[in-house]
T-cell receptor, first 114, second 116 residues
Framework: GENVEQHPSTLSVQEGDSAVIKCTYSDSASNYFPWYKQELGKRPQLIIDIRSNVGEKKDQRIAVTLNKTAKHFSLHITETQPEDSAVYFCAAGYYGGSQGNLIFGKGTKLSVKP | EPEVTQTPSHQVTQMGQEVILRCVPISNHLYFYWYRQILGQKVEFLVSFYNNEISEKSEIFDDQFSVERPDGSNFTLKIRSTKLEDSAMYFC??????????????FGPGTRLLVL
């Protein structure tokens, strides 16, 4: 089955700096890669996702890149703000036929210091 | 904006008791999921459900677990005989369809289950 590794487990940056979180996946059939942000005690919220037919996607300060050959994808947050502080989870899934569950990484706790 | 809702927000139970966690998916969604998150750990897939049957389940989802869509709006997770290690946050999620552009899974606020 799919296995998702996520690094680093914790990341501390100064406000205004960039943050990068990296994930690798094992199943080459995975074709959908969402990123979720989870604030303490709250539900995971989708912040961006990418599909396997795309190499990069950007939404304002957030971007995700995907390297299918190497089976890794990354989240990039530019101009970080204190409200970006949260745990970020990457996930991988296969969409096709009757499948569709997401396998999550272990999460990265991002702290943005003012 | 429509949201997935879950009840109760917190549930405390004795080991060996049955619990039912309830979810109301977004109304036009067809695919439903349960995930769990043990405190401080990652989100783990339990089961997916479509067209009134289980589509896929993980090894965590053993015979103690069952899911049901008893009516047109609710989606439930039952744990027949709870164990201490079932203590976790349980998230329900739903997605509209499975396709190229509608895979997004929307998560509910979770039910925190504590087994004593």
């Amino acid at each position: 089955g799919e296995n998702v590794e996520q690094h680093p487990s914790t990341l501390s940056v100064q406000e205004g700096d960039s943050a990068v979180i990296k994930c690798t996946y094992s199943d080459s059939a995975s074709n959908y890669f969402p990123w979720y942000k989870q604030e303490l005690g709250k539900r995971p919220q989708l912040i961006i996702d990418i599909r396997s037919n795309v190499g990069e996607k950007k939404d304002q300060r957030i971007a995700v890149t995907l390297n299918k050959t190497a089976k890794h994808f990354s989240l990039h947050i530019t101009e970080t703000q204190p409200e970006d502080s949260a745990v970020y989870f990457c996930a991988a899934g296969y969409y096709g036929g009757s499948q569709g569950n997401l396998i999550f990484g272990k999460g990265t706790k991002l702290s943005v210091k003012p | 904006e429509p949201e997935v809702t879950q009840t109760p927000s917190h549930q405390v139970t004795q080991m060996g008791q049955e619990v039912i966690l309830r979810c109301v998916p977004i109304s036009n969604h067809l695919y439903f999921y349960w995930y769990r998150q043990i405190l401080g750990q990652k989100v783990e897939f339990l089961v997916s459900f479509y067209n009134n049957e289980i589509s896929e389940k993980s090894e965590i989802f053993d015979d103690q677990f069952s899911v049901e869509r008893p009516d047109g709006s609710n989606f439930t997770l039952k744990i027949r005989s709870t164990k201490l290690e079932d203590s976790a946050m349980y998230f329900c999620a739903s997605s509209e369809v499975r396709g190229v552009s509608e895979e997004t899974q929307y998560f509910g606020p979770g039910t925190r289950l504590l087994v004593l």
